[in-house]
């Protein structure tokens, strides 16, 4: 079984697997069958050759997030960092560089300098250079009120999504694999 998802069918989140047939991967509903998601077995998803960068203070957290990145084969490269700042230093070198940059996952709360902070930071050195702004997914347990929105509206494209308050490393995995398939049905298409 891999995971959960939400089933039409069975109108709950249910646990699921993989089937091949008919030359193609289709994810089912344990429960009923229902065919959640299909992937033709000749198209591979295509992994970018960016870098998903994920600034995040705890390894716990931050190395789950690596992990179901790499999993999933979200970006070629990828980037663990502890603070804003690490993140900021990160991504001017890349620039500099002239690397693509897939995303950039960040955590609200972090030492030395906070999510929102080095995401207004990023969104100045983009403008500096004329860039595409990098999709920025803030993964955090902090809520998301009104002033946050805001925030985000003026850092677009940026994205939220809470942690959850359960701590269970199946828990947080999951979480992530919503994240990065939220993130992969919005930005790789």
Known sequence: MIGA????CCDEMVPC???ERYERKELTCAYCGFTLDVQKAWESPRISDGYALVA???????????????F???SKN???LYNGLELITAYSKLISERAAIDIAVIDLNMPIMDGLT??????????QHRLSAVPI???SSVKADDSLKAQMEMLSPASYMNKGSDCHPDRIAERVRQLV?????????
């Open 137 to 139: 997914v803030f993964f």
């Open 56 to 70: 995040e203070d705890s390894k716990y957290i931050r190395d789950i997030i690596l992990s179901v990145l790499k």
């Open 72 to 74: 999933c084969k979200f």
């Open 17 to 19: 697997n993989y089937v």
């Open 5 to 8: 998802k939400y089933c039409l």
């Open 181 to 189: 398939s939220y993130l992969t049905e919005k930005y790789k298409k």
């Open 78 to 80: 990828l980037m663990p």
């Open 118 to 127: 080095a995401a207004r930071t990023i969104r100045s050195i983009e403008a």
